[in-house]
């Protein structure tokens, strides 16, 4: 089956670094998706990845490794506004969207 | 986590016909539904809120009279694309939430396809 993982919650402190991971599992690939959402709020668009590599973007960078099913968010110099859910998300060959359920970012002072 | 249905997954109907997407959290009372709509390899683009028992707020540059959404219930909101015409196909997905709060939970998605 179609699967995508990604830890459950994670806790930073303000100015540092964290990196999410996401693992997938999916019939074919035809990129990947990084969102934000804050509580109550739609998701905001962070990064899409189809080829292997870092993507930067400001204080976010995102990497992908076809080969490994693997890609990781890099969240840098940490802001308490970035407590929020990160979700990833996978086109699979059908150009279905296939959604991990989320990492919950708790950012501390 | 929550779950939230989309149904159908996949549909293919005519130009001129309408079609209605359902969208059910399974294991919770949503407040808080959203519609969306994806182009192949785009973002997300949020079509409007619903809220239980009230009028959907859209998003600018979506119109309401094509874009039919009810959530008359706590586990059900649905969106009815009217007269459907082939710019309209897409990806829609929906989420559901909770309350007004806490996060969103995402449905399977629909692929549309208007011939």
């Known amino acids: 089956g179609q699967n995508i993982d990604q830890p459950t919650e994670m806790t930073a402190t303000e100015g540092a670094i964290v990196q999410i991971n996401c693992t997938y599992q999916?019939?074919?690939?035809?990129?990947l998706f990084w969102y934000q959402q804050h509580a109550g709020e739609a998701p905001t668009f962070l990064s899409y990845n189809v080829l292997d590599g870092l993507e930067e973007k400001g204080r976010f960078s995102s990497f992908l490794s076809r080969s490994k099913g693997y890609s990781y968010l890099l969240l840098k110099e940490l802001q308490m506004k970035d407590s929020a859910s990160y979700l990833c998300a996978v086109l699979d060959s059908n150009y279905q969207l296939i959604w991990g359920a989320g990492t919950k970012l708790i950012i501390k002072p | 986590g929550a779950v939230v249905s989309q149904h159908p997954s996949r549909v293919i109907c005519k130009s001129g016909t309408s079609v209605k997407i359902e969208c059910r959290s399974l294991?919770?009372?949503?407040?808080?539904m959203f519609w969306y709509r994806q182009f192949p390899k785009k973002s997300l683009m949020l079509m409007a809120t619903s809220n239980e028992g009230s009028k959907a707020t859209y998003e600018q540059g979506v119109e309401k009279d094509k874009f039919l959404i009810n959530h008359a219930s706590l586990t059900l909101s649905t969106l009815t694309v009217t007269s459907a015409h082939p710019e309209d196909s897409s990806f829609y997905i929906c989420?559901?939430?909770?309350?007004?709060?806490?996060?969103?939970?995402f449905g399977q998605g629909t692929r549309l396809t208007v011939v």
């Open positions: 294991d919770f009372q949503a407040t808080t």
């Open positions: 989420s559901a939430s909770l309350s007004e709060n806490t996060e969103a939970f």
């Open positions: 999916t019939s074919g690939f035809n990129g």
